[in-house]
């Protein structure tokens, strides 16, 4: 496979957009074998002929999100190389969020925007449809208030005094995995999702909702998704 191939992808008009993504390939086949045991390289689709695979399926694309992208590649190695039985293809996006100069919104110019990232992985085995799974890493969340811990085990080694009254803060990746037959609004979903988990955590906005520890808030969270 190859790993950590960066792509930025700049969509021009009146006003520009940008997708930048760093993708992770492996491919699967039974004729691999003889590479480690023959030193027979025939049929070996090399990591840079994968590297630049990324590069042309981007220009022809018009996939905006990590798992559009993700099938995206995984079905043009598929139908390029007959040797494959399997791909697997990791992608991960980085944020970018439009700069405002004067209070107007930029026609081409962008910011780095939150350390939150949205990931996908797509596995496609010849003659079935892409197992799609999509991530979204490192959301960074904190309570001020409504969060307690209380009715833990106590005993000569714990110092900590039990509360009703913290702040709750923790990072939270979370992952899902779609019904390969049924057609996805994958940036829906993703936008779903990441509400329902806010919610989840945080509660109404006027009051909010008390979390008896960082694991049933998380538990409850994924209720909320479901």
């Not at 496979?1 to 390939?25: C, I, P």
């Not at 027979?40 to 630049?52: E, F, H, I, P, R």
């Not at 190389?81 to 110019?109: C, F, I, M, N």
């Not at 001020?144 to 702040?167: I, V």
């Amino acid at each position: 496979g190859k790993a950590r191939v960066r792509v930025l992808k700049v969509r021009r008009g009146d006003s520009h957009s940008v997708s930048e993504f760093t993708v992770n390939t492996r491919l699967y086949s039974p004729e691999y074998g003889k590479v480690y045991t023959e030193e027979n390289n025939q049929g070996l689709v090399a990591t840079d002929t994968q590297k630049n695979t990324v590069y042309i399926v981007a220009k022809r694309t018009s996939a905006e999100t990590p798992e559009e992208f993700g099938v995206a590649i995984a079905t043009h190695l598929m139908n390029e190389y007959p040797v494959l039985t399997a791909v697997e293809v990791e992608v991960k996006q980085t944020s970018w969020e439009r700069a405002a100069v004067d209070g107007k919104p930029h026609d081409h110019a962008f910011l780095r925007g939150s350390p939150e990232s949205a990931a996908a992985s797509v596995r496609l085995r010849r003659g079935e449809k892409p197992e799609v799974v999509s991530h979204i890493i490192g959301m960074t969340f904190l309570k001020t208030t409504q969060s307690g811990f209380e009715h833990y085990l106590m005993d000569k080694y714990t110092l900590l005094p039990e509360t009703q009254e913290r702040c709750l803060a923790s990072e939270l990746d979370a992952s899902w995995r779609y019904d390969a037959t049924a057609s996805t609004d994958y940036a829906s979903v993703r936008e779903a999702v990441r509400e329902q988990l806010q919610k989840g955590i945080f509660g109404p906005a006027k009051g909010g909702v008390y979390s008896e520890s960082l694991q049933a808030t998380i538990y409850d969270a994924g209720c909320m998704v479901l």
